[in-house]
């Protein structure tokens, strides 16, 4: 019998993948949506069960939990509300017998983290770890889509990217990776009950040198500039419109990178699923048209 997986932010960078690929591999999905749009249309072309459903509010997450097997939780940065949602569901998930969840983290959740975001993961897991679920927690570095979130318009602008990362590096990953580790770990959890995994490309890069890599494929130069933290947030709130919530955390993610919290690189996405992480360079070349300027940069939350 077919398991049923609930995808709580089915609509974001990782929740769409995870939605199409868990379909293709043979898992019914039921999509938990914010509103009817392009996106909601294209998960229910995918043959997804798409519904409302607000992870504040204890009736509605327990409606939403009926019938699932196992979960993928991927709660939107934006929200000052993680530990709230979180206890609602691994309360409402342990009524209605789910197996497992995949819970979305990331690399800095940690009990000492400056930035509330990032503390509020780390208490997350931990809520989840004590519940009666098989509970498996990602870890992922920076998302490439980040480059092209924050910077696409200013390399297609100006050849430049802005950002207040120093001299450290990362290995970006794609969100499609990610999303087959997810789907894997909904297919088999067993064996990573209450792992933390650390999901990165496979390649480190300073900024300078993914500034290089993009100039390559694009065909144009792009430099880095090295902003300072303070104006980094100012730009956030007053010129991305980021809430406050949100740019905060940004502010300290900034020094959490500058600080090493990103500089390291793992092969936990070839050991899960058999395949590795994309290269950077093949990222940039995919997307292309969107770092030129020639198409718009929407990515979903």
């Known amino acids: 019998m077919k398991k049923t997986a609930l995808v709580i932010g089915a609509t974001g960078k990782t929740g769409m993948p995870v939605v199409e690929q868990a379909i293709a591999a043979g898992l019914n999905v039921r999509a938990v949506i914010r509103r009817e749009d392009d996106r909601s249309e294209r998960i229910r072309q995918a043959g997804a069960e798409t519904v409302f459903g607000d992870v504040h509010d204890m009736k509605s997450v327990r409606k939403l939990v009926e019938g699932v097997d196992r979960i993928y939780f991927a709660y939107p940065p934006q929200l000052d509300r993680l530990v709230e949602a979180t206890a609602n569901l691994s309360l409402a998930a342990n009524s209605a017998g789910v197996e497992a969840i995949v819970n979305m983290s990331q690399i800095t959740a940690r009990e000492s983290a400056r930035s509330p975001l990032s503390h509020q993961h780390w208490l997350s897991e931990h809520i989840f770890d004590h519940s009666e679920m098989c509970a498996i927690h990602i870890r992922p570095t920076f998302f490439a889509e980040n480059f092209l979130l924050f910077n696409a318009a200013g390399i297609a602008s100006e050849g430049k990217i802005y950002l207040p990362y120093g001299s450290r590096g990362q290995a970006p990953i794609a969100a499609s990776d990610i999303a087959r580790v997810v789907v894997q770990l909904l297919l088999d959890p067993e064996p990573y009950r209450g792992e933390r995994l650390e999901l990165t490309g496979p390649e480190r890069f300073t900024i300078p040198e993914i500034a290089d890599v993009i100039g390559v494929e694009i065909g144009a130069p792009v430099e880095y ?24 955390h940004l502010y300290y993610v900034a020094q959490d990178h500058q600080e090493g919290y990103f500089d390291k690189v793992t092969d936990t996405v070839e050991k899960i699923t058999g395949t590795p992480a994309q290269e950077f360079k093949d990222f ?13 940069v929407f990515l979903g939350v």
């Open 284 to 296: 940039v070349r995919d997307h292309r048209r969107l770092f030129l300027g020639e198409e718009a």
């Open 225 to 248: 500039v090295n902003l300072p933290e303070a104006q980094w947030k100012d730009t956030l709130v007053n010129q991305v419109g980021a809430p406050e919530f949100l740019a905060s």
